[in-house]
């Protein structure tokens, strides 16, 4: 890298900062930190959400695993977006009507304020660690891309970048700052997308080349976008359909920019919006890994392919390229850690200050102990970040393992038993949370052939050794699965929740709380002008619905079809998604 | 030269990257006149 590119980063950073800094004065109370004073319209809250959703992440590791494994990969974001969509018009215009800032709030004015605290404090854990992962990723990626050496020294001025200006604007500027930048942030990080694909495309010959290349180097299969087998076959894409209906419903980062809207029917307008923008944009991140792969195939780390592609084509193009690109890639970054950090900051504060305390606090103090905790956050981050740089990488792994077991089931208790079910209470839906939890810690233990012989096996041989050797026998059995852990965790976990919250339900007393569902019936609330029915009142409305459900439902028997090699798999798949756009589009712009 | 698929990525790319520059500028706008216009509203949370 050159030092006109260095400037240009540089030069960004500041003015990153400075703007940030400037947003203070919209500051006033701790509504405006948390949720923007619930004052956002439909694009700007659309490029927060898009820009919270997108980080180097994408850039680096998904096209990584494209480079790896094939253009499959691609559904990891298509069944976010489609989950995006369905969430935005089925489940966030309720939670937004309840104005609530945070998913343990509602679970509070569900179930319970125990279950608020106990999930604010493991979400709250959980950002924190998730946000020095994106460190980590964000400062390896950075050495790769600028060819500094790859020392500590360099490692922890890469974090430095990127930890400090994120820390200061958004301990001082809260979801205000977060907001607005993001929405710069947004258009910098196309920006630098817009750059790199034309030239790697260039230097590959085109999609053509693309093809003509894996197809004669042996590499066909990662051509193939529902695959029947392998990795990221049709399992990995209905377990990643799970998963996104988690993420886009009880993802705090995302929904604490979806609260920041004026009414329920902006939150669900932007989320339809953020899915379906990120729809075609994903090529943006597959074809580089791609392309990388017809270049340079052979990196044993894949993280390694699309940074060395950047270094090796975007500075012959022009000088300061780089640095633009590389700006692209820290707005990126930025703006996935700054809206976690306010999350994680709006967790604490109103989840477990707020509970802890016998006396409501005032705005005052509110702002105090929110931009407390978002410094203490960004500390944490940063050691979670020095941290993974000397397990090398270990400790992402067994993250995402982690947040695939324990978000699921807290998607049950809050969505499906939260919303569709009043007989469900805090007995059943802590239980479903615990134990569906440990329902997946304990098949991860099973399935993972290392795992089981060393803990699982010995542990449970001290119980019972037919237990033991029952359990062998399960693991024997499913041993072929191994490689598909991550993918059949998440389905187990949610079952565990799906079948033990009722049941503890009808165990113990009923629980009433009705001024929680009269707040979700839109007709109730005087204040609501636009309001926005779940269940439409016209017939455009419903037809609209229709067309998303039924689409939603062509695409799971396409993916499902891929299990048995369908031709129609792929096709099926991508007009399943497509209807689904259509139709939400549709639902969002009609009562 | 590249190819049909890729230009029409790189056009759709182009489009969205306009459209929001141009669109939350005028959005921008309306909040800021909503915020010190008209005074500003706050809709308190639930607890």
Redesign the interface.
Known sequence: MTIVDYSIVIGFLLVMAFAGLAITRLIKTSDDFFVAGRELTPFVLCATITATNLSMYQFISIGGIAYQSGISVIWQNWTGDMALVLCGILVVPLMRRLQVRSIPEFLELRYTKGLRTLVGAFWGIRLCIYLGILLYIASTAAIGVTGCADTTQNYVRWLAAFSVVSIIYSAIGGAWAVAIMDSVQFCIMLLGALIVLPIVMHAVGGVPGIVHTLNSTGQSSHLSIVPSTGEFGWLFISAYMLLGFKWSSIDQSILQRAFGAKTPRISAKAMVLSGIITTPLAFFWVLPGLAASCLHPGFDNPDKAVPWLLAAEIPAVAKGLLGVVLCGLIAAQISAITADVNSVATLFTSDVYRSLRKRAPSQQQLLIVVRASSIVCGTLMLLVALYLRTTNGGGLRANYTITGILDMPLFVVTVIYGLLWKRANWQGATAGFLLGGFCGIFTHFLITNAYFDSYLFPLLSHISMPLANFAAHINHYFGPYQKQVRNVVPIVSSGAALIITPIVSLLTSRSSHGHFWNALNAEDNKEEKDAFHVIPRTLAGQIALAVTLIGFGVFVVGILSAHWASGLAAPMAIIGMLSVFAGGVVRVCVK | ???W??LT??A???A??V???I??IG??K??YR??HGHG?T??????
């Open positions: 030269m590249l190819d698929i890729t990525i790189e759709i790319g182009i969205i990257l459209l929001w520059i669109v939350p959005e921008f309306s909040i909503a915020l500003k706050h809709k308190g949370g639930h607890s």
